[in-house]
Antibody
Framework: QITLKESGPTLVKPTQTLTLTCTISGFSLNTNGVGVGWIRQPPGKALEWLALIYWNDDQRYSPSLKTRLTITKDPSKNQVVLTMTYMDPVDTATYYC???????????WGQGTLVTVSS | SSELTQDPALSVALGQTLRITCQGDSLRNYYTYWYQQRPGQAPALVLFGNNNRPSGVPDRFSGSRSGDTTSLTITGAQAEDEADYYCGSRDSSGYFYVFGPGTTVTIL
């Protein structure tokens, strides 16, 4: 059974750096074709893709947020970490991590974690 | 702004057929993925690739494509199908992922 779970702070101050961890089970981050992505959703708004890391460590970032994002993985811990710098209130959102298969779809999602940016 | 466009909201009577569309240039070259998001829940994949359904997704969900527009059809809509539906795909370069703005479906 594949599961993903996001963890991290629920509240960050403006200009701070956000660090979110996605802990996975049921698959390996080293399996050919596998990827883990991060997607966010501001309250009442649409999904926005942020970043993806592939099994071979190839990293992709949303062009609009590229300068603020870093995605890494630690297969030994079954974790994928996303950092986002210079947080702003407009970054308030539920952040999801999701399992990308070689079908290129996000086939399984975590429950999401709500991050509020406020002073 | 999204490279994919969707109708903001649609409604259908219980048991009737509903088609949700997604339009974008990249859809001519890349598959569309459809995600269902019920209130308060995480998105869930309902359609991927060439009209494939993940295990557990009812066969009333199907997909099609014509040019730059793809469709998710619900044949015989049920009350539990009331949700937001997002299309997703690659951007025109194929390098990034994009999501549509979502369609809110109401079952009457």
């Amino acid at each position: 059974q594949i599961t993903l779970k996001e963890s991290g702070p629920t509240l960050v101050k403006p200009t701070q750096t956000l660090t979110l961890t996605c802990t996975i089970s049921g698959f390996s981050l080293n399996t050919n074709g596998v990827g883990v992505g991060w997607i966010r959703q501001p309250p009442g708004k649409a999904l926005e893709w942020l970043a993806l890391i592939y099994w071979n460590d190839d990293q992709r970032y949303s062009p609009s947020l590229k300068t603020r994002l870093t995605i890494t993985k630690d297969p030994s811990k079954n974790q994928v970490v996303l950092t986002m710098t210079y947080m702003d209130p407009v970054d308030t959102a539920t952040y999801y991590c999701a399992y990308r298969t070689d079908n290129d779809a996000f086939e399984m999602w975590g429950q999401g974690t709500l991050v509020t940016v406020s002073s | 702004s999204s490279e994919l466009t969707q109708d903001p909201a649609l409604s259908v009577a219980l048991g009737q057929t509903l088609r949700i569309t997604c339009q974008g240039d990249s859809l001519r070259n890349y598959y569309t993925y459809w995600y269902q998001q019920r209130p308060g829940q995480a998105p869930a994949l309902v359609l991927f690739g060439n009209n494939n359904r993940p295990s557990g997704v009812p066969d009333r969900f199907s997909g099609s494509r014509s040019g730059d527009t793809t469709s998710l059809t619900i044949t015989g809509a049920q009350a539990e199908d009331e949700a937001d539906y997002y299309c997703g795909s690659r951007d025109s370069s194929g390098y990034f992922y994009v999501f549509g703005p979502g369609t809110t479906v109401t079952i009457l």
